[in-house]
């Protein structure tokens, strides 16, 4: 069992950088892959990027690449989200997830926790 709690969330202005956290509880964090996705007003849950449980490798939607980097420190628990040079499309609820594999994809479904989630507002 793994709990999850985002933060970092916020108001920011367009074109700004902002860093996402999340904090995982529970035993074998570094068994998981993680990823982060995002639902904004009206719209389906979307991937946003993900990283197998090594960090040795990561993804990205179309949308991020270029604009995102996501980490994590296995021996803090943690796994962040840095987003730079925002945009009103990027305004949305984050969530962080954990995948109970070794690999990391995309597939919303693949994912086995799921945090609350942290809204994100970009004023342009």
């Known amino acids: 069992q793994v709990q999850l709690a985002e933060s970092g969330g916020g108001l920011v202005q367009a074109g700004d950088s902002l860093r996402l956290s999340c904090k995982a509880s529970?035993?074998?964090?570094?068994?998981?892959?993680m990823g982060w996705f995002r639902q904004a007003p009206g719209k389906e849950r979307e991937f946003v990027a993900a990283v197998t449980k090594t960090a040795l490798s990561s993804s990205y939607a179309d949308s991020m690449k270029g604009r995102a980097t996501i980490s994590r420190d296995n021996a803090k628990n943690m796994v962040y989200l840095q987003m730079n040079s925002v945009n009103d499309e990027d305004t949305a609820v984050y969530y962080c997830a954990a995948r109970n594999s070794p690999y990391s994809d995309g597939v919303m479904n693949d994912y086995d926790y799921w945090g609350q989630g942290t809204q994100v507002t970009v004023s342009s």
């Open positions: 529970g035993r074998a964090f570094s068994t998981y892959a």
